[in-house]
Each structure stands twice: as structure tokens, then as C-alpha cells.
């Protein structure tokens, strides 16, 4: 049977990663790890689809500048984001003259992203390529779940949408930590219909993805210093972790995290935690790369979550399929610098 | 400077192609080129998105079928759609037990596709890989112009989304026809507005690509036998070919062609032609395909075209960024099988 693990060959080197976090992300736990933080979620745009197209775009070019790159030294940007038609994305790549390339799996398109890059840089026909992605709080809400203006009740299963952009750039030459291996997920769909219930919707997905990285390369959990899901919340990590127990697979703190438990403080607002296509991406590039970079980690298993639901499934009433795909991140011995 | 065009080292082929053509489609010019044909488009399902999924579900069975492969001898499905969140896509996956990667270019989304599983089989990580998409213009129209219950009056400028799903399997050991070389678009956007003028909007990216690959490679137009790109229409192709002439590229009938011209027959409905996802796919697979099999053409540069446009974005009065991607497809000296 053919696997869904691939383990490079190539150095595939993160260059440099960026991060705008908008105004209640800023003011989370990871805050002061964010490169850009924002006072307004809107900022005299029109409407917050070009919002989240603007920070797009902003983030990438804070990216380039810190690696100081120019757009004709990138092969390709590969991104893409929770709207429909990827607006956010397709929009910031109107301004930059780099080959694009759309990948889509809702929340964990910036994984996705990864993945591709990964593979193209490893057939060797790629040096340096972007990915990128963004999620805004009021571009989301109102496409899955209900217009702000309706002021509906949150129920406690719900997650808070991030909002935020984040870029990294991955290359061949310069760089300390590298894609080691990745699993690419496959659509997993239990039932579930509840839109303010994504942790139960992605659970499945996540765990199946997990297992099949382990066991493709005969490895346990511990192999990895931290392995960090995309976004299932708090509830939602606790039923992975419950599940994956059940294969014999112990996923205790502080082995396991979740990125949408760590990107805000609990309170009743943001619910179970952070979502959205930037939750993972913020996490990934503010935090887990920083500590992986300090040393505090080593290797890192990192398995952002996807579900894929639509408003137009929604109001049919039909289950919400989902997605994960796994990312084994790892300092490398010497600095490749 | 970095090239967008990538020429594979490895023999990548196509192993067969499948495709499923709605009623309008079946009536039309390549009727009997299809696969399979379709006499109703809702074959009693709930809805039109439902039905789309089926059908591309569907379309990636009966290639599993006519090429004798299961489905734990696929590396990865490959594909996307033109609904949000690539619903048709993403709902069809989930019946189907195979890693999945989600691809967005629009109507180019199948070019896309291939593209990525080119790269992943130059990789070395692959040796199988289908490439799906889907369309349907029930499921299109109601998103990106109007609800059809409103019986609007189309304009003369306005295409025909296709209603119908298509599949490819690549791989590197059976087939004649090979994946010679890509180029990866870039977004362009000059302006317009029109959701109902997709041909004008998709020109200046089709040019775009076009004369990147060309360049590139140092070929002139006549290299190929055919040019066809995705879904200009019959204005949006005229006017690429004179756009074409002034940077002294000779786009002439019988060399130039545009999938979206020749599926319908010409009518009043349908105005300038087909779109949509399954517009360049489906006269790819049933028309393009066979032709270079029966040797009428050896080299084909296929160039599908997409506006990456959205109903928020329309609503918003935005104006319409568009990409096109480019693949050289070549019938090799020797049979692989």
C-alpha cells in the first residue's frame, strides 16, 4: 500500500516567517511574539473581506523585506484562505508580481501550503517559495455561521476566528529549521452537523492523520517534543487526546497542544478557543517556530485541522467533512547559515 | 530572474482521462466525445451542489474503473471547484479513501491541479495521482451573478457555466501523451467589473502566461499544433488574439482555439460559450485528449483560465483579478505501455 507520509530528501529550509495579529489576538498570551499587532480589525478599508486582503498582502511584503528578497527572486507565493474563492488571497496577489498558486483546506491551508511548497522544492525545479494565509473574525463568521449584525447567541462549543496573517518562506539555502516529513490528509466525515462545533467535526480527521504519520515511520508520539494541532479547541484536544488514547497513543501535556487553546486567554468569549485559517499559521510562526528556534524544541509534529463546510452546505443541513495534514518540523544539527 | 516555466525530466503521463458531460453539454458540438452523458441536471438530488459532488465523485470511480486501479494504489486525489469552499470537491473526497490535496484556480483549477501532481511525480514522491474538477451551472450562476428564480436577462457578453465533472490519472509508466512542460500564472487584474464579461477579464492573464512560457522556452506559437486556452469565450479569444498580434504573436485559426468556443454549439443562450471549472476540462479530456492520441496533434499548450472573482467580491463592486495557467502536452515517440 502506497503511504501518505513523504520523507524529503532536500534541506527544505524555513528562511524567515512573519506574522500580523489583529486586536484581541494581541492582547492573548502570545502577544509579544507576534512581529505586527493591530489597534482596529478594519482600519478605514471598506469591508473586512479587503481588510484581511490588505494584511494578506501587508505580510508578505514584511516577509520579503525581512529576508530581503525581491518578488523576481521567489518561484511561486502558494496560499490561500477561508473565503470563498480564496478573496483574500487572490486579492494581495494581484499586487505582487510572483507566480500564484491557490491551495485550499479551510483552517489548515497554511499547512497545505507547506506541503506543496515542500514537494515543489524537492523535484528541484523550486529555490524559494512563500505560502501564505489569513482568517478575519467578521469575513468568517458571516459566511458559516450567522451575519454579526444578528448578535446570536454563542453557543460554548464555538470557537472565536482569528484574525491575522502569516507568511514563512522556505528555501534550500539559509535557515535552521526544516521540513522533515509531511502526511497528507485524506476527508474524514463522522456526522456531524453542528457548524459551532468544528473540534468534534476535525477530531477524526486529526487523529487519522496522526496515526498514519506515526506509524508510516514507526514512530511514537514522544519522537516529537511537541505536537500541536491545527485548531480544535479546548474540548475538542480533549477528545483527540481521549481518542488517540483508545490506539495506544498518549498524547499528555505537555507533549500535546493545541493551537487554539493557546492563542487566546479562556474566557467566554472566544469560547473553546481560536479557529480560522490564520490560528495555526499565527501559532506556528509566532510561537512554535521561535521555540524551535531557541532551542526549547527540537522536533516538532505540527497538524493544523480543516473543515470543510461551506454556508452554502450548512443551510442544506449536510455533515461537515474535514481535513488534517501533518507537518514534522526539525532543527537542524548545524545552522545551514 | 526566477522562470514561472518548469520542463519535467521525468516521463510524466496520462494513464486516461474520464468525464461525465449535463444535458446541454451532451447536445452540443463534442457530444459524442463524452465519457458518459447526463439527460437531467439534478437526477433527484436536494440540490444542485449535491448533484455536482455526486457527479464528480462519479467521474473519479469510472476512472478508477477503466484504469483497473484501487484506490490504496493512488498517492493523492488533486482537485477543486468553483464553489465556495470547494464544496463539490471536498463532499466528493469524503467517499473516497484516498489523501487529498484542494487546488483553487477557478476555472483553471483543473490546470492547477495537474500542475501540482507534475511536480509531485517529478518529485520522486508519487507515481499516481488523479486530478478531478467540477461545474455546474446551477450550482455557479446563483454565486457569482444571479439567482436563477430572478429569471434575469444575460447579457450578450455573458458565457454558459458547463454543467459536468472530469477526471485525469498521471503516472510514469503507462500512457502516450506526456506532460512536457508548465508555466505557473500570476494574478492579473486591469480593472474590470463585470461579472458577466469573463472573457475580458481573463484575457490579460491568459496573454500574460502565454507569452511567459513562450519566452521561456524560446518557442514561437507554431511550435505547438494547437493552442486552446480554458474559457475566454468567443469575444475574450478574439480579442486574445489581437492583444496576441501586438506583441507579434500569430494566434491564428486553425492554431488558436478556446475550449469555452467549441462545446457549445453557438446560441443565443450560451452567448460567448462554456465556463466554468468542467468547461476547459471536459473538452481537454474528451476532445483534446483523443486528438492527441489519434495523431492529429503531437504538441498541445493547454491554457486554463480563471477569474478568481467571488459573490462578496462582486457585491462589493470589485473589480476581477484572473489567472491562467499553462501546460505543454506532448505525444512521446514510443508508447510507455
Redesign the interface.
Given at each position: 500500500?502506497?503511504s501518505?507520509t513523504?520523507v524529503f530528501?532536500k534541506r527544505i529550509l524555513i528562511a524567515d516567517v512573519a506574522s500580523i495579529a489583529g486586536p484581541k489576538e494581541a492582547q492573548g498570551p502570545l502577544g509579544k511574539y507576534f512581529d505586527k499587532t493591530l489597534d482596529d480589525d478594519l482600519l478605514g478599508q471598506?469591508?473586512y473581506?479587503?481588510f484581511e486582503s490588505k494584511i494578506h498582502r501587508c505580510v508578505i511584503g514584511y516577509l520579503l523585506n525581512k529576508t530581503k528578497t525581491r518578488c523576481?527572486?521567489?518561484?511561486?507565493c502558494i496560499g490561500?484562505d477561508?473565503?470563498?474563492?480564496?478573496?483574500a488571497t487572490?486579492?494581495a496577489?494581484?499586487e505582487?508580481?510572483?507566480?500564484?498558486?491557490?491551495?485550499?483546506?479551510?483552517c489548515a491551508s497554511y499547512g497545505?501550503s507547506i506541503?506543496?511548497a515542500s514537494?515543489?522544492i524537492?523535484?528541484?525545479?523550486s529555490?524559494?517559495i512563500i505560502c501564505s494565509t489569513s482568517s478575519h473574525f467578521s469575513t468568517a463568521e458571516r459566511?458559516f455561521r450567522f451575519p454579526l449584525e444578528l448578535s446570536s447567541q454563542r453557543p460554548p462549543s464555538s470557537q472565536w476566528t482569528v484574525t491575522g496573517a502569516a507568511a514563512l518562506m522556505l528555501n534550500t539555502l539559509k535557515g535552521k529549521i526544516r521540513v522533515e516529513s509531511v502526511t497528507?490528509?485524506?476527508?474524514?466525515?463522522l456526522g456531524i452537523k453542528d457548524s459551532t462545533n468544528m473540534g468534534a467535526a476535525m477530531v477524526p480527521a486529526a487523529l487519522c492523520t496522526l496515526s498514519a504519520h506515526l506509524s508510516a515511520l514507526n514512530r511514537n508520539p514522544s519522537y516529537y517534543d511537541l505536537i500541536i494541532t491545527g485548531d480544535l479547541g479546548v474540548a475538542g484536544s480533549e477528545l483527540l487526546r481521549i481518542c488517540a488514547k483508545k490506539q495506544q497513543l498518549n498524547l499528555n501535556i505537555p507533549l500535546y497542544s493545541d493551537c487554539g487553546c493557546i492563542i487566546f486567554d479562556s474566557d467566554k468569549d472566544s469560547g473553546q478557543g481560536g479557529s480560522g485559517a490564520a490560528c495555526s499559521a499565527l501559532v506556528f510562526n509566532a510561537y512554535v517556530f521561535k521555540k524551535l528556534l531557541d532551542k526549547t524544541y527540537k522536533r516538532v509534529l505540527f497538524i493544523p485541522t480543516g473543515s470543510?463546510?461551506?454556508?452554502?452546505?450548512c443551510l442544506?443541513r449536510?455533515s461537515i467533512?474535514a481535513?488534517a495534514h501533518a507537518i514534522a518540523f526539525e532543527r537542524i544539527q548545524r545552522g545551514g547559515e
Open positions: 500500500m502506497i501518505q513523504i530528501k471598506k469591508s473581506e479587503i523576481d527572486e521567489l518561484n511561486f490561500g477561508l473565503n470563498n474563492e480564496l478573496y487572490s486579492f496577489m494581484r505582487l508580481d510572483i507566480p500564484f498558486i491557490g491551495a485550499f483546506a479551510a497545505l506541503i506543496i514537494l515543489f524537492e523535484s528541484g525545479h529555490q524559494k459566511q497528507i490528509g485524506k476527508v474524514v466525515d470543510l463546510l461551506s454556508k452554502t452546505s442544506q449536510q467533512p481535513i
